[in-house]
């Protein structure tokens, strides 16, 4: 039977679901409207499109490290008290697996993928809304290599509301690794080194610092070499190597990496819900709302 729009129409404004889930689901089932609405609810698709509108911006962010390989990653929930869910943290551990072993280059090369279990993961996220009841969504993750002479540091703080991953080059001491992920978690830098800093981000701070300088009304001949030095603090807020050690605050970070005999080669640091606008629901103005309508 041929599938028309308006089927898919029709189907997709009865379930919530997608216009492809919708035309594939009229093809299983040659057309059979009933059927079709049955074969989404099985695949917990209609469940979850209704849920698409939702605001994911809990839920955890973990890593998995294999050998000389890792990836870390972040899974979303509506709630906290999803991310802690075993269930849910089950998916955030088959996701990670999944994504170490087939190494997909972006999420939506991701979520095509198929898994062990046969399914998409998209797929397989999707049952898993369909048995938790909220909005889930895998939203971002990195995977990172190294040799045998260096050392992954894995650090998970808060049970996964951060989570940071570090690569060490020159040593093998994954303690050490772990450590300079411990600071990165609690100290939050943007770059390893001054090397990484954009010439323009440079200039951009030097220009307000020296207007600054100037509005305190400190002498022109002097407030150059004022703005270097306090150049030289904005660095050791925003770059690792920079920074007083968390653990022994009398060192820097750099001091500490090298007396292991290692450099920092990068870092990846996850916190959950970073940059997603969180909805904030008024429930007075919303019961307002419905009483208008009736």
Do not use: W
């Amino acid at each position: 039977m041929a599938i028309t729009a308006q089927m898919v129409k029709e189907l997709r404004e009865k379930t919530g679901a997608g216009m492809m889930d919708c035309k594939k689901a009229l093809q299983e089932v040659d057309g059979d409207m009933e059927k079709a609405i049955d074969f989404l609810r099985e695949k917990g698709i209609a469940k979850a499109a209704k849920k698409g509108d939702r605001i994911a911006a809990e839920g955890l962010a973990s890593v998995v490290v294999e050998g000389n390989e890792a990836v870390i990653l972040e899974v979303n929930s509506e709630t906290d008290f999803v991310a802690k869910n075993e269930g849910f943290q089950n998916l955030v551990k088959e996701l990670g697996a999944h994504i170490l072993k087939n190494k997909p280059a972006t999420v939506e090369e991701a979520n095509a993928q198929t898994m062990d279990n046969g399914a998409t993961v998209e797929a397989h996220i999707n049952a898993a809304i369909a048995k938790i009841g909220e909005k889930l969504s895998l939203r971002r993750f990195e995977v990172k290599t190294k040799t045998d002479a260096d050392a992954f540091g894995a650090y998970l703080h808060m049970g996964g509301r951060i989570a940071v991953l570090t690569v060490l080059e020159g040593t093998t001491d994954e303690a050490a690794a772990k450590d300079v992920s411990m600071h990165i978690a609690a100290i939050n830098p943007k770059y390893v080194s001054r090397d990484e800093v954009s010439q323009e981000e440079v200039e951009r701070e030097r220009q307000v610092l020296t207007q600054q300088a100037l509005n305190e009304g400190k002498p022109e001949n002097i407030v150059a070499k004022m703005v270097e030095g306090r150049l030289g603090k904005y660095f050791e807020d925003v770059c690792l190597l920079d920074q007083s050690f968390v653990k022994n605050p009398d060192q820097k970070v750099r001091q500490f990496v090298e007396s292991k005999g290692g450099t920092v080669r990068e870092f990846v640091r996850y916190e959950v819900g970073e940059g997603i606008e969180k909805r904030e629901d008024n429930f007075a103005e919303e019961v307002m709302n419905q009483v208008n309508k009736k």
